[in-house]
């Protein structure tokens, strides 16, 4: 988890409810990337900034996710209203460059249960 | 678009080899990463492939075909601590998004 911090690390809330989860890169970086993760689909990008804008969000499932990234520090991932089906460990992960070795680097997550 | 298989789980001994494999068929394709991942945690980067032919990293290889689109993680003298599940992700020609395999689950025995 080299280079950022997510919070909240777990997160339990009920159907319906809103839920805000935050990615903090604290190293150098072009490109910043959101994943979901469950046993049943493995690791799915929802979707990728590049210099803080967003380039591609075709992996977010429904309108009721949206990203933002205000600035080269922050990103949020908001899902709203919840639901049980969105109970996941949601990964924050950032990347340099697009040239070589350039690989993702990934935060702890966030594990998210929807009652 | 991309697709990637991977043996869902193997066994194998403390102090063995084990040969973890994946293909893949891409529509584009520009470096083959492998990620280790241990149950609780993110995934951390071990290997990256683009050209033909075998990188080594310590106790770990990788090995990459791109004709055949094929690769294998190879991890020699294995440790308890290798047990883990084992990522691979094809890198796309612009060179910034991951595609993942569904991960192979190693369990090391002693």
């Known amino acids: 988890d080299a280079g950022v911090i997510q919070s909240p690390r777990h997160e339990v809330t009920e159907m319906g409810q809103e839920v805000t989860l935050r990615c903090k890169p604290i190293?150098?970086?072009?490109?910043l990337f959101w994943y979901r993760q469950t046993m049943m689909r493995g690791l799915e990008l929802l979707i990728y900034?590049?210099?803080?804008?967003?380039?591609?969000d075709s992996g977010m499932p429904e309108d009721r996710f949206s990203a933002k990234m205000p600035n080269a520090s922050f990103s949020t991932l908001k899902i709203q209203p919840s639901e049980p089906r969105d109970s996941a460990v949601y990964f924050c992960?950032?990347?340099?460059?697009?040239?070589?070795?350039?690989?993702?680097?990934f935060g702890p997550g966030t594990r998210l249960t929807v009652l | 678009g991309q697709n990637i298989d991977q043996p869902t789980e193997m066994t194998a001994t403390e102090g063995a080899i084990v040969q973890i494999n994946c293909t893949y068929q891409?529509?584009?394709?520009?470096?083959l990463f492998w990620y280790q991942q241990h149950a609780g945690e993110a995934p951390t980067f071990l290997s990256y492939?683009?050209?033909?032919g075998l990188e080594e990293k310590g106790r770990f290889s990788s090995f990459l075909s791109r004709s055949k689109g094929y690769s294998y993680l190879l991890l020699k003298e294995l440790q308890m601590k290798d047990s883990a599940s084992y990522l691979c992700?094809?890198?796309?020609?612009?060179?910034?998004?991951?595609?993942f395999g569904g991960g192979t689950r190693l369990m090391v025995k002693p």
């Open positions: 992960a950032i990347q340099e460059g697009t040239g070589g070795t350039d690989t993702q680097y």
């Open positions: 190293s150098g970086h072009d490109y």
């Open positions: 900034f590049n210099n803080n804008v967003p380039i591609d």
């Open positions: 891409t529509s584009g394709f520009n470096g």
């Open positions: 492939n683009v050209l033909d």
């Open positions: 992700a094809v890198r796309d020609r612009a060179g910034n998004m991951l595609t």
